[in-house]
Every structure is written in structure tokens, then in C-alpha cells.
């Protein structure tokens, strides 16, 4: 079983940056594909970023160019830098891993191992 942690969250004023950290224990995912979702109220849970086992990251059209999704793997914990909030990126934010895939996908139900969220609120 992977465990895994988020932290970072806060509230912001729009135009500021935040780094979400999401810590894993239980198992070293350097192999896993790891994913951040988020959730606005009264919203689904949509995909933000991924990275693949092999550094590839991809991101939802929403915040190309304002987020960057990176891991160290000599710490087991995976990163998301977000500069240039905008309030549209209020949500609760969750890290997710899938084990044995070559390729991020953006699908809620394709990742096993979820963290429990992080609260980041952006004031306008």
C-alpha cells in the first residue's frame, strides 16, 4: 500500500504562487505515475497535472504555463509549483498514484492511491 500526504495549501491573494508537496511512505513510487486532481465545491474532480515514471508531465489546458509538476524520487515525494493563481483555481488539490503504467492519464478512476487533499483557497 502507498500512503500518500499533501501539504502546502493556503490562501492567497490572485497573481501569487503556492508549491503543493505530496509526500509518499509505504512503497517508493520512482516507478508510479503520479497525478494532481483538484475539487472546487459542488464540482467533479478533474485532473491538473501529471508525470510519468520517466519525467514526461502533461497538464490540463486550465493551467499550462502557470503550474509545473516535478518529483524527487530521492525523497519519494512529488511537487506542484503554481505561480499566477487566479481565484477559478480555488479547490481542494489531490495527489494521486497509479503503479505499473507507462503513460498519465487524466481519468479520476485510473489512479489506486489517493491522498487525503489540500485546501487552496485564492482570494481575487
Known amino acids: 500500500q502507498v500512503q500518500l500526504v499533501e501539504s502546502g495549501g493556503g490562501l492567497v491573494q490572485a497573481g501569487d504562487s503556492l508549491r503543493l508537496s505530496c509526500a509518499a511512505s509505504?512503497?517508493?513510487?520512482?516507478?508510479?505515475?503520479m497525478g494532481w486532481f483538484r475539487q472546487a465545491p459542488g464540482k467533479e474532480r478533474e485532473f491538473v497535472a501529471g508525470?510519468?515514471?520517466?519525467?514526461?508531465?502533461y497538464y490540463a489546458d486550465s493551467v499550462k504555463g502557470r503550474f509545473t509538476i516535478s518529483r524527487d524520487n530521492a525523497k519519494n515525494t512529488v511537487y506542484l509549483q503554481m505561480i499566477s493563481l487566479k481565484p477559478e483555481d480555488t479547490a481542494v488539490y489531490y495527489c494521486?498514484?497509479?503503479?505499473?503504467?507507462?503513460?498519465?492519464?487524466?481519468?479520476?478512476?485510473?489512479?489506486?492511491?489517493w491522498g487525503q487533499g489540500t485546501q487552496v483557497t485564492v482570494s481575487s
Open positions: 494521486a498514484a497509479r503503479e505499473w503504467a507507462q503513460e498519465v492519464k487524466a481519468e479520476v478512476r485510473w489512479y489506486a492511491y
Open positions: 509505504g512503497r517508493t513510487v520512482s516507478s508510479y505515475v
Open positions: 508525470i510519468s515514471w520517466s519525467g514526461g508531465t
